[in-house]
């Protein structure tokens, strides 16, 4: 178990301290976010936790973290028994995330891109939907309707490579080349249309997709060049709705 562990809280500090996780997707994701003080936040595909701690560091008065990796859900209890934020964390996915009450603010990073058909895209949403009281909110990041992804070679400067035929539907393999964190992953180009498609029949109201912005600590330390490319062609993306 220490073993696990250790890789686990390799990868979580690795991903935490990539410029594009700090200084794009946290500040995009929390600009959008708003002012959660006293809100009671469910984090879905929480993973080791990283941003079921940011909540109650800002301010939120119940977090509730859930994944479907008994492993990483370990870790994240780990992290919260030896500094202890009141964060309660289970081994749950997404369409099975009813029966924790409901909340003010629903967080989904990286989720919704891995229903492999519209179908389960749909129940995913629904189930989001199910577990906000209401005037609650869902806030996400999702893969970017508009990502690069016949040039294999766009994102290499950022760290990794995507490729797919770009349909939507197909299959994208995102491919690390950090060579302290090598993975590779699939998940499924979807079109904006059909993201607030399935939202919308899932009962959301009030769709809007954030522009994509970089922290000011994030152009000082890297400066305006090596964002520009990757500003006009996000890989990722975030939106929120409201029930």
């Known amino acids: 178990m220490g073993s696990q562990y250790d890789t ?13 996780r700090k200084f794009f997707e946290e500040y995009t ?8 003080t006293g809100r009671s936040v469910l984090d879905v595909a929480c993973g080791t936790g990283l941003y079921s701690r940011r909540f109650k560091q800002r301010g939120a008065a119940r977090v509730v973290g859930i994944d479907n990796s008994e492993g990483m859900v370990d870790y994240a209890r780990h992290l919260e028994a030896s500094q202890p934020l ?23 990073t990286y989720l919704l891109h891995y229903a492999p058909s519209r179908e389960v895209l749909r129940d995913m949403c629904t189930s989001l939907h199910a577990s906000l009281g209401p005037g609650g909110r869902l806030v996400s990041i999702c893969m970017s309707p508009d990502i690069e992804l016949r040039d294999t ?28 964190l090598p993975f590779t992953i ?5 079109k904006r249309t059909t993201y607030e498609i ?5 009962g959301f109201r009030d769709i809007v997709w954030h522009p994509p912005a970089v922290a000011p600590e994030g152009i000082a330390a890297l400066g305006v060049d090596y964002w520009s490319e990757y500003l006009r062609r996000p890989h990722a993306e975030v939106f929120s709705c409201t029930k």
């Open 86 to 108: 009141g964060i309660e964390y289970h081994v749950l996915d997404a369409q099975n995330a009813r029966g924790l009450g409901t909340f003010d603010i629903v967080a989904a």
């Open 198 to 202: 399935a939202l919308r029949e899932a």
């Open 29 to 36: 994701f929390f600009q959008a976010l708003g002012d959660i």
């Open 153 to 180: 070679s766009y994102y290499r400067k950022y760290g990794f490579e995507a490729a797919s035929p770009g349909e939507d539907g197909d299959v994208v393999t995102v491919k690390s080349l950090v060579p302290e």
């Open 8 to 20: 686990l809280a390799a990868i979580t500090n690795l991903t935490a301290d990539m410029p594009l």
């Open 186 to 190: 699939s998940a499924y180009y979807r």
